[in-house]
Nanobody
């Protein structure tokens, strides 16, 4: 049974930083591509970043230069370092992976950026 658990969200002022974590279980983490998405009532779900098993990364244009995705295979954990946060980054941030062809999601962690 795949389980993804996000943590690290909170309230931060514009220009501040947060680091999100997502601990995974029930998958061969070191072989898995891990992704971060975010969800808002207006925009719905948006891709934020991914990291492959070979540590290749990709980012949405709106976070390039501000967010960094990384992974620690020893801890089965993927991270999202978020710097220079903006009010428009306010969202629920979700960790995701694919297992046996099925997309798996964590419950998400709320990030709120005040102006």
């Amino acid at each position: 049974q795949v389980q993804l658990v996000e943590s690290g969200g909170g309230l931060v002022q514009a220009g501040g930083s947060l680091r999100l974590s997502c601990e995974a279980s029930g998958i061969i983490f070191s072989r898995s591509t891990m992704m971060w998405y975010r969800r808002t009532p207006i925009k719905g779900r948006e891709f934020v970043a991914h990291i492959t098993s070979e540590d290749s990364t990709d980012y949405a244009d709106f976070v390039k230069g501000r967010f960094t995705i990384s992974r620690d295979n020893a801890k089965n954990t993927v991270y999202l370092q978020m710097n220079n946060l903006k009010p428009e980054d306010t969202a629920v941030y979700l960790c995701s992976t694919t297992d046996s062809g099925l997309r798996q999601w964590g419950p998400g962690t709320q990030v709120t950026v005040s102006s």
